[in-house]
């Protein structure tokens, strides 16, 4: 009896302290909370490049048309989170392949987490050198509000290519041509050796 009675007050010190009542991504969100931490929408392609906000809410098809809009021959899109330590050690070996490989390689961030800490990851990877970059944030109203983002993800990931049969964790890393078409993934800590680019 005592060991239940101390696991209940852990239990309700530690809920709140999670924002378990408070935080509005384990609820559902209010309209008053969603326009409080609403993202821009990114609606063109040049809205992307000219970096006019710093974080853009993003669907499937809008990144694809990204991707086949680019510039460049190769378009990696890097699925990656502020809390992943795999995600911190692969930042600057991403970091090396895009210095090496400038004029066929573009590198997209996508955030997966939810919009109340979108602006960590913009932290995260301004930190790394990449702040002249926007952040992309996977739409929650479209992909779900789930706190846990491995559903949002894989709704994400199997819309922009039905044909994905890897498997979804963080860091994800996507390589595209600019014809659209899968070239390769990689998960984890990335070896930068093993990307191949045309």
């Not at 995600?87 to 392949?97: R, V």
């Not at 573009?106 to 919009?115: C, N």
């Not at 929650?140 to 044909?163: A, C, H, Q, V």
């Not at 890897?166 to 659209?180: D, H, Q, T």
């Amino acid at each position: 009896m005592r060991t239940i009675i101390i696991k209940i007050c852990l239990l309700a010190l530690f809920l709140p302290s999670c924002g378990y009542w408070l935080n509005p991504r384990y609820v559902k969100m209010s309209k008053k909370i969603r326009q409080e931490y609403a993202l821009p929408a990114l609606k063109s392609i040049d809205e992307y490049y000219s970096k006019k906000e710093k974080i853009y809410s993003i669907n499937a098809s809008k990144l694809r048309e990204l991707i086949l809009e680019s510039k460049h021959t190769n378009i990696l899109i890097a699925f990656t989170a502020n809390w992943c330590s795999p995600c911190h050690k692969s930042m600057p070996k991403i970091k090396s392949l895009l210095e090496e490989n400038k004029d066929k390689l573009k590198i997209v961030f996508i955030s997966s987490i939810d919009w109340l800490e979108v602006n960590r990851d913009r932290l995260f990877i301004d930190k790394y050198g990449f702040d002249d970059q926007a952040l992309l944030c996977i739409d929650l109203y479209e992909y779900g509000t789930e706190y846990m983002n491995w559903k949002r993800m894989s709704r994400f990931i199997n819309e922009l290519t039905p044909d994905y049969s890897g498997e979804i964790s963080l860091p994800s890393y996507l390589l595209f041509n600019n014809k659209g078409k899968l070239v390769s993934h990689y998960h984890s800590n990335i070896n930068v050796n093993s990307v191949k680019l045309k």
